[in-house]
């Protein structure tokens, strides 16, 4: 299974720049104090994927449920120590859909679940597949490329 998944890792981590690129390209980014750029995942998802997400998913919908439903966890401080919290599933927008499916990266690229042998692979694998299929779904209405 670890090959497996690091390939669907690799394919998930591929399909994130693209989007991170052409939407930044696209004027969907924003910047802090420090003048740092940060891609407005709010603003494409309510923009260019809007809040009929789920229809516009058709038989591809389970995948979103399943992300809103049993979202990524966090890491938190907790008496000193970094520790997996879990996160809310009562709103179920498309902003908080793309927020997850952001959250599934930034814990891969942050070593969080994957430090030499991946941490709940089934569930990994579960959150790395339905995140493709989202992104997969609005590759071409957000003018991503193909990969």
């Not at 997400?53 to 890491?75: N, R, S, V």
């Not at 179920?92 to 994957?114: D, T, Y």
């Not at 941490?119 to 590759?139: A, H, I, K, M, T």
Request: neutral net charge; aromatic residues 14%.
């Amino acid at each position: 299974m670890s090959a497996h998944l690091d390939q669907l890792a690799f394919k998930f981590f591929k399909l994130f720049a693209q989007y991170e690129s052409t939407l930044k390209e696209n004027g969907f980014f924003k910047s802090d104090k420090s003048g740092n750029v940060f891609v407005d995942w709010d603003r494409f998802a309510n923009e260019i994927v809007g809040k009929n997400f789920k229809t516009e998913l058709g038989h591809l919908a389970p995948a979103a449920a399943y992300i809103l439903d049993q979202p990524p966890k966090k890491q938190i401080i907790d008496d000193g120590r970094v520790v997996w919290a879990d996160v809310s599933a009562t709103d179920k927008s498309v902003q908080i859909l793309f927020g997850h499916i952001c959250r599934v990266r930034n814990n891969l690229f942050h070593g969080a679940k994957f430090n030499g042998t991946w941490f709940d692979p089934e569930r990994s694998e579960e959150l790395l597949n339905y995140s493709l299929v989202v992104l997969e779904c609005f590759r071409t209405k957000a003018g991503v490329d193909g990969y």
